[in-house]
C-alpha cells in the first residue's frame, strides 16, 4: 500500500523497516501504517512530522489504528 499525495510520496513503514521482526513487530508496524494513512489523509502530514504520541502503548492496549489517527488528528488541530 502507497500512495501519491501531491507532492508527498507515502511509504509504508514495513517497507521503510525491512529487518527481521517479531510477529508483534510486524502487527505493531501494518497497525502505525494504518493510522498514519488516515492522518495523511486528513492532514497531509505523516507522523514523522507530528509530535509523539503513545503509539506503541495503546497498540498494546487493543487500540484500533482508526481512533489512535483520531486521537492524533485531534492532538494536531488542537495545538491551534
Known amino acids: 500500500m502507497s500512495f ?3 507532492d508527498m510520496i507515502y511509504t509504508p513503514y514495513s517497507q521503510k523497516y525491512k529487518e527481521t521482526r ?3 513487530n ?3 508496524v ?3 501504517d494504518k493510522v ?3 492522518v495523511i489523509k486528513k492532514l497531509h502530514m505523516s507522523l514523522l512530522g507530528l509530535p509523539d504520541n503513545l503509539y506503541m502503548v495503546n497498540f ?3 487500540m484500533p489504528a482508526k481512533q489512535m489517527a ?3 488528528i485531534k492532538d ?3 495545538m491551534f
Open 4 to 6: 501519491n499525495d501531491s
Open 22 to 24: 517479531k510477529k508483534c
Open 26 to 28: 510486524e502487527n505493531f
Open 30 to 32: 501494518e497497525w502505525i
Open 36 to 38: 498514519e494513512h488516515i
Open 60 to 62: 498494546e492496549k487493543g
Open 70 to 72: 483520531d486521537i492524533v
Open 76 to 78: 494536531y488541530l488542537n
